[in-house]
């Protein structure tokens, strides 16, 4: 059984619909998907749909945005209710924060003699907020940079001359709104944070004592010794141990379905855990 749990349509910043991307995930030979747009829940009905003729068991989930120590840290919410009050209200604080971040990101653009940025990206958007990979799509197609990439690596990541921090929830905030709609909160791509592991552990154990349950052990392009290491850790912590390509589509190299392996002895994965019937209840 192939599990992926973290994947984006154009709901959020991917590259296919979720009709588009179920069909893909089953192609890649999975059988339970979890959708997990940014911030946001609107291509879940969509997803569900297109799951039920494709076979496929689709997790409804969300990846939100926090802010902890001055680093963006993600965190996905598995098995949510659509309908909760707080989650729904929470995510629309956020949604409005990313319209002002977008604004601002432009108009460090026009700072750096790269105008109009704001209008040609609100152009090529029609189904969800602007975010920072809207800009680096508007960034390739006029020749600025060649790829994604090198998109951020010269004006979108932290610390580059476009990059703008965002206030967003804290993590026990996220947490919060995640088990107040049933879910399951778990912290998203460990292995990515540029952080050293001394801070990891920290995070883990904050992330932990906020309410976390579970951590992205297996995660795309992800280097053998990190997925071991991310076992470890996830035990040490007792934190479940999730799985997820974070797939956006075919202009994010490295990202794909079907392509995770096996988890790794010594950790318990989340679906053979208590907290897999709260995921697809």
Not at 190 to 214: D, N, S
Not at 234 to 249: E, I, N, P
Request: hydrophobic share 40%; glycine share 10%; with cysteine.
């Amino acid at each position: 059984m192939i599990y992926d749990l973290h994947s984006h349509t154009i709901f959020s910043d991917g590259d296919l619909s979720p009709e588009e991307l179920v069909n893909e995930a089953s192609a890649g030979g999975v059988k339970v998907l979890a959708l997990t747009d940014h911030d946001t829940l609107d291509g879940l009905p969509r997803a569900e749909d297109a799951a039920k003729t494709a076979g496929l068991t689709l997790v409804r989930g969300v990846e939100i945005s926090t802010r902890w120590e001055k680093l963006d840290i993600h965190v996905l919410g598995l098995g949510v209710d659509l309908d909760d009050s707080t989650l729904v209200d929470g995510l629309k604080f956020h949604q409005s924060e990313r319209i002002t971040r977008a604004q601002q990101v432009s108009t460090k653009f026009e700072k750096l003699g790269i105008e109009g940025m704001w209008e040609e990206v609100s152009q090529q958007v029609k189904t969800h907020y602007v975010g920072r990979p809207d800009f680096a799509r508007v960034l390739i197609k006029r020749g600025v940079v060649n790829n994604f990439q090198a998109a951020f690596n010269k004006y979108l990541a932290a610390g580059k001359p476009a990059y703008v921090a965002t206030d967003w929830a804290s993590i026990p905030e996220a947490i919060t709104w995640i088990k107040s709609a049933g879910g399951v909160a778990v912290l998203a791509h460990p292995g990515r944070y540029r952080i050293t592991r001394t801070k990891l552990t920290k995070l883990l154990a904050f992330f932990k004592e906020a309410g976390g349950e579970g951590m992205e052990v297996l995660y795309s392009a992800q280097e053998a010794s990190k997925t071991q290491d991310l076992a470890r850790l996830s035990k040490q912590f007792g934190l479940v141990a999730s799985a997820g390509s974070d797939f956006h589509g075919f202009s994010y190299p490295g990202m794909r379905f079907g392509a995770l392996g096996e988890m790794p002895s010594g950790c318990q994965a989340l679906w053979d855990s208590p907290l897999w019937q709260k995921c697809v209840n």
